[in-house]
């Protein structure tokens, strides 16, 4: 059964950093592209960033580019959102998911979806 366990989110200062972590279980990590989603109370699930299957395309939202990076190890079955100079703004829920298709600004269009790790950005 596919799985994918996020982890690293937390409660950081603004102008800190946070390395979020999506480990995948059950599934062939490297035919899937994957991207990273926020979440918060009054936005509904938008991405943040994303990489095609050998990251040889990445995609980061214009209000993260230059703060963020997307990245993953195929080896190790594993993603990374590397999030530096945060921002109050970059707070919620962060969530992995990976397309078989490729990746897509749509989060219906995703296969399977971790479970999601909270951050915080106090100012």
């Known amino acids: 059964q596919a799985q994918l366990v996020e982890s690293g989110g937390g409660l950081v200062q603004a102008g800190g950093s946070l390395r979020l972590s999506c480990a995948a279980s059950?599934?062939?990590?490297?035919?899937?592209?994957v991207a990273w989603f926020r979440q918060t109370e009054v936005k509904e699930r938008e991405i943040v960033a994303a990489a095609t299957t050998s990251a040889d395309n990445t995609y980061l939202a214009d209000s993260v580019k230059g703060r963020f990076t997307v990245s993953r190890d195929n080896a190790k079955n594993t993603g990374f959102l590397q999030m530096n100079s945060l921002k109050p703004e970059d707070a919620g829920v962060y969530f992995c998911?990976?397309?078989?298709?490729?990746?897509?600004?749509?989060?219906?269009?995703?296969?399977?979806w971790g479970q999601g790790t909270p951050v915080t950005v106090s100012s």
């Open positions: 059950g599934l062939t990590f490297g035919n899937y592209a």
């Open positions: 998911a990976v397309n078989r298709r490729g990746w897509s600004s749509d989060w219906y269009a995703y296969d399977y």
